[in-house]
């Protein structure tokens, strides 16, 4: 079974931009979290969606949103971007709600916002 | 709310050392815990994942982490450190009031020869 691909791997950007990042579940799993890391901040929880809806969201700015499509897939937007928005971002896949079922995470987008 | 701490951004281990990595958190209600492992340029992999009954939880490669109500920790354990275990470490924690999962900020592993 393929594992969670997100594309695109690297994407570096300037301040003001907008970007979209992709996230493929892994077949049958319906919910999709998005994560931000940093150094030393560790993973800093962006949302998660469930067929299509948001069930959950963290504390960032409305510049970030994200939607999930009919087939599980799922994009996350960051409009405006900032210097301090430069990171990897990590999508995750489960069968089950995020906080209580094993999660399986992509490999990531690492963004840099010049 | 609920919170995550690690102990030790950093800890090195020489190779058939045990390694210890501490975990502590903020919520007198037993939540979901959860270690993961993140490989460089990985994505994160569950190592082991504590939700109710017996608090020694046994993972994959030979760790495990110990559920202490009392002490509100969740360290994980590994009595004999290969190379292959340099990583990072994420402590989680389910959050039940905002159904959030909180990660710790990570430890990271080196395992000297």
């Known amino acids: 079974k393929a594992g969670v691909t997100q594309t695109p791997r690297y994407l570096i950007k300037t301040r003001g931009q907008q970007v979209t990042l992709s996230c493929s579940p892994i077949?049958?799993?319906?919910?999709v979290s998005w994560y931000q890391q940093t150094p030393g901040q560790g993973l800093q929880f962006l949302f998660e969606?469930?067929?299509?809806?948001?069930?959950n969201k963290g504390n960032f700015p409305g510049r970030f949103s994200g939607r999930q499509f009919s087939n599980s897939r799922s994009e996350m937007n960051v409009s405006t971007l900032e210097l301090g928005d430069s990171a990897l971002y990590l999508c995750?896949?489960?069968?089950?709600?995020?906080?209580?079922?094993?999660?399986?995470f992509g490999p990531g987008t690492r963004l840099t916002v010049l | 709310a609920q919170s995550v701490t690690q102990l030790g951004s950093h800890v090195s281990v020489s190779e058939g050392a045990l390694v210890l990595l501490r975990c502590n958190y903020s919520?007198?209600?037993?939540?979901?815990l959860f270690w993961y492992v993140q490989y460089p340029n990985q994505g994160l992999q569950l190592l082991l994942k504590?939700?109710?009954?017996?608090?020694l939880v046994k993972g994959i490669n030979g760790f495990e982490a110990e559920f202490k109500k009392s002490e509100t920790s969740f360290h994980l354990t590994k009595p004999s450190a290969h190379m292959s275990d340099a990583a990072e470490y994420f402590c989680?924690?389910?959050?039940?009031?905002?159904?959030?999962?909180?990660f710790g900020t990570g430890t990271r592993l080196q395992v000297f020869p």
């Open positions: 995750a896949s489960s069968l089950g709600r995020a906080n209580t079922a094993e999660q399986f």
């Open positions: 077949s049958g799993h319906r919910s």
């Open positions: 969606y469930f067929s299509e809806t948001q069930r």
């Open positions: 919520s007198s209600v037993p939540p979901y």
């Open positions: 504590y939700t109710t009954g017996a608090t």
């Open positions: 989680a924690v389910s959050d039940r009031n905002t159904d959030k999962l909180i």
